[in-house]
């Protein structure tokens, strides 16, 4: 009755019935359509338990109300889920992907990914690739092909881009909440305020009041792509968003005290991996394949750690107590 129901939504939106499929056949849930499963599997899978402890913007924050990696999970989450329902696309699979967009992130956010990058000899280490190998190989949860596919493409950076609408309303939904609730935690740490916003870009959000811009954001993709017939944002918020995400690298994400704290944790990651490679009876059997070279079963578990356990392993391995 569930599938039948899926009848009755927009001719973009992707059906369960026509799924392709998962990489090891298994018998169907009798009460769950297939995105279903895959949504209820990621949230109790352990990476995602792990996002509460890993950094948004602020490494290792103090205070209560900062952002870490679970609370931004979750408002894109809401936000897709808000844009899915009002295109009539698959609110499950939606859910899903957006749960799962971020499981393969590093501790210490962008910095983490930077510092493993350094260990690729060509191109780049993506969180997204490493979401697709821990439901794949590391934490195997035979995900459906399009949840997969969603999670691999949800940052913009990667191409071929999602292969599903749903896929894209998650692109979306990770800039619109990334870039509002982090501007909210620059403004709470005092690194900007609400004047020095772009004029360029308040000229087509407005003032900047608590979370008003989510929903100007969240209409804009809607408007847009009922007009347009495919997930898109009407063109002036989306060069309005592209304005604001510069004013954020330049004032809170590449600032110079950033940058100190950035080189502190790619030497933290780096030192972990190194260490793990040297002792590789140190590496967890969940992140040992014996197919696989020891630097990469040390990155795998290195990228897997939250904030507080990397430098509560460093501080253990390479600052021991009774020292001075």
């Not at 809607?222 to 989306?238: F, P, Q, T, W, Y």
């Not at 590449?254 to 040297?278: D, G």
Request: net charge negative; hydrophobic share 40%; with cysteine.
């Amino acid at each position: 009755m569930r599938e039948e129901r899926e009848a009755l939504l927009s001719p973009l939106a992707t059906r369960s019935v026509e799924s392709r499929g998962r990489e090891r056949d298994e018998l169907p849930d009798p009460l769950r359509t297939v995105f279903e499963v895959d949504r209820d599997r990621i949230a109790h899978s352990k990476a995602f338990r792990r996002l509460k402890h890993k950094t948004q913007v602020f490494i290792n924050p103090e205070g209560d109300h900062f952002v870490t990696r679970m609370s931004h999970t979750l408002q894109v989450t809401q936000i897709a889920r808000a844009i899915a329902r009002a295109l009539d696309l698959n609110e499950d699979l939606t859910e899903a992907i957006c749960l799962g967009h971020d499981c393969g992130h590093t501790p210490f956010g962008h910095t983490g990914e930077a510092a493993l990058s350094e260990y690729v000899e060509h191109g780049e280490w993506l969180h997204s690739e490493q979401g697709v190998r821990i439901f794949r190989l590391l934490e195997p949860k035979n995900l459906s092909w399009e949840v997969l596919d969603g999670i691999r493409a949800h940052t913009w950076r990667v191409d071929p881009p999602p292969h599903t609408p749903e896929g894209w309303v998650c692109r979306f939904a990770d800039r619109i909440a990334y870039l509002n609730h982090d501007l909210l935690d620059a403004v709470r740490a005092g690194l900007v305020t609400h004047k020095d916003l772009p004029g360029e870009v308040t000229a087509v959000l407005g003032d900047f009041v608590d979370d008003s811009w989510i929903g100007r954001m969240i209409d804009a993709v809607i408007d847009e792509s009922i007009a347009r017939g495919r997930v898109l944002m009407r063109a002036d918020v989306l060069q309005a968003m592209r304005v604001f995400r510069d004013f954020m690298f330049e004032r809170v994400y590449l600032r110079p005290e950033s940058r100190a704290q950035a080189e502190r944790a790619r030497v933290v990651i780096h030192q972990l991996v190194e260490h793990l490679c040297s002792n590789p009876d140190q590496i967890p059997d969940s992140y040992r394949r014996d197919d696989d070279p020891v630097q990469l079963q040390a990155i795998d578990f290195v990228a897997g750690m939250t904030d507080r356990y990397a430098l509560n392993l460093h501080d253990r391995w390479f600052r021991p107590r009774g020292l001075v």
